[in-house]
């Protein structure tokens, strides 16, 4: 039987050694925080407006957009090298259980990262490098949230 890992891996194109490349450098000290909070906000901002897709945009309708900007850039800068933003306001970030409520497919994962990689796209602190090494992660784990979301059924 595959790991969640090992299905994330198979799943996002993203062999583990990448996708945690993300800890070979202090992201968050090489960015800083308003770099993070403009990602989410960006990203966000298109979750929201996504007008080609109402399906993904309605995963988000019991959202406050505020709220879900500040969630995810607390957890990045936490994941990424930074204070625990995310765990001292919320407590253990549990992607999967915190996920659990949401339909976590394929195809959501997919919409996700489409806007994720545009948001990284038109973030312009963000060094190619490192948004190679961001989008890495972020493939590979929204596939692992895709394979928890598979231990629901």
Do not use: C
Not at 40 to 60: A, G, K, P
């Amino acid at each position: 039987m595959q790991s969640l890992q090992e299905k994330a891996s198979e799943w996002s194109g993203v062999d583990t050694a990448d996708a945690f490349a993300i800890d070979d450098t202090n992201l968050f000290q090489k960015l800083g925080l308003q770099t993070f909070i403009n990602l989410s906000t960006n990203f966000y901002t298109r979750v929201y407006d996504d007008e080609e897709e109402e399906w993904f945009r309605s995963i988000f309708a019991n959202s406050k957009k505020e709220e879900a900007i500040q969630n995810q850039y607390e957890f990045f800068v936490q994941r990424m090298g930074g204070p625990p933003l995310y765990s001292q306001r919320k407590g253990h970030p549990a992607l999967i259980g915190r996920h659990r409520p949401f339909p976590v497919t394929h195809q959501a994962a997919g919409r996700w990262l489409h806007h994720m990689e545009k948001a990284l796209e038109s973030t312009p602190d963000i060094d190619a490098d490192s948004k190679v090494k961001m989008m890495n992660f972020f493939r590979h784990t929204a596939f692992f949230l895709v394979a928890g979301d598979e231990l629901k059924n």
